[in-house]
């Protein structure tokens, strides 16, 4: 067995061990509906323990890698055709929890509130001073260290533009990518991202979703260059994208001069052990532009997102629009970059992810 793990690696046995297996998964060494090494086998070749193995596989399942059968083992269910054979209608288990009225999942008031204080003390005068268009450096920092830790992302600061909320961010990017591209956005979706499509006078077309995201023979079939999708989940159907769907997105864009835009809507709040995977770390081909906004991590009022560009595409923006002004006050950028950089934004996702986990053992 070839699978090592790094005991002065910072990064759990389990996280190793499930990279690994998943690496050889996705390159086809493990295939279609071929069984994986029993977790007894595992632990005595690694050295770990059954119950790291077990946590390892139980993250495969949980993303749609494999599946495990009753007193059989543990079973590849990722497909690696370049061919966008529809993927297995079995959805991967991603809980949702909605409408829901504890204070678990509300940002603290009060930690807002002092953080509020804190800028004003420590900025003074500097909080009126007219923001970089980019947004500025103390929260674009703080946005690319908490990706790069949390999501995979490597990035440079360059490459990260704040903006007020989704909207103005996808008209950005029309704006970059041009009008003469068609789009293709998922049906249903967020009604918002269809109207600013229309508002921008793109041609627009709607692919289906199926159980596992969008349906294999719309999207082969589709004539579009731009793909915007809510990979995690969609709104409002809930739908979450397997592994093979994500892959066959990234498949899908590597045909021509095509994007891929991942609006990352509520990752945060997986309920998983370890943070959902986006396209944007896995893309061959530096077409993927990954977004997301504090809307449900802290207020919707703060009216605050981002996105993170592929290299090329920032050098474009930056000499295309980078005469844009930031849209979003320079106060509550510095309040958002403290709150990321002195671990409060990640303590209240934990708390809410937590929170999840309990109540749904309370609901089984």
């Known amino acids: 067995m070839k699978y090592r ?42 050295g770990v323990s059954t119950v790291t193995v077990e946590h390892a596989y ?19 269910i990722f497909r690696t055709d370049d061919g966008f054979v529809p993927a297995p209608e079995k959805r991967r288990a991603t809980a949702t929890v909605s409408n829901h009225n504890s204070k678990d999942f509300d940002f603290p008031f009060s930690v807002f509130a002092k953080t509020m204080r804190k800028v004003i003390s420590d900025s003074q005068e500097d909080i009126l001073q007219r923001s970089p268009n980019s947004g500025c450096m103390e929260l674009r920092e703080a946005v690319r260290l908490y990706l790069a830790q949390s999501r995979g992302i490597l990035a440079e600061t360059e490459q990260i533009i704040i903006g007020s909320g989704s909207e103005y961010l996808y008209s950005l990017i029309v704006e970059l990518l041009g009008r003469n591209r068609v789009y293709t956005i998922e049906s249903p979706s967020y009604k918002k991202i269809e ?11 709607k692919l289906p979703l199926g159980e596992d995201g969008i349906k294999s023979a719309a999207l082969r079939s589709c004539k579009a260059d731009v793909l915007h999708i809510s990979p995690y989940r969609s709104y409002p159907s809930g739908v979450t994208a397997s592994a093979s769907k994500r892959h066959e997105y ?6 021509g001069e095509r994007y891929i835009i991942e609006d990352d809507f509520e990752s945060e709040f997986s309920v998983s052990k370890k943070p959902e995977e986006t396209l944007f770390s896995h893309s061959p081909q530096d077409n993927v532009i990954y977004m997301n906004t504090f809307s449900k991590t802290i207020s919707p009022s703060l009216r605050v997102g981002y996105m993170v560009l592929p290299w090329h595409l920032a050098e474009v923006f930056h000499a295309k629009l980078g005469f844009y002004s930031c849209t979003v006050p320079t106060y509550i950028q510095l309040v958002l970059a403290e709150l990321i950089s002195n671990g409060d934004f990640e303590r209240h996702i934990n708390r809410v992810r937590r929170a999840k986990r309990k109540e749904l053992l309370s609901d089984s």
């Open 5 to 46: 793990i790094d005991v002065a690696s910072k990064a759990p046995a389990y996280l190793q061990l499930y990279t690994q297996v998943r690496d050889d998964i996705v390159k086809g060494i493990y295939p279609l509906n071929s069984k994986l090494p029993s977790k007894r086998v595992i632990s005595s070749d690694t």
């Open 58 to 76: 139980a993250l495969l399942c949980d993303e749609g890698y494999i599946e495990s059968r009753e007193r059989s083992g543990f079973f590849v």
């Open 195 to 205: 109207q600013v499509y229309r508002a921008c006078d793109v041609r627009l077309q």
């Open 250 to 255: 990234l498949r899908w864009a590597q045909q």
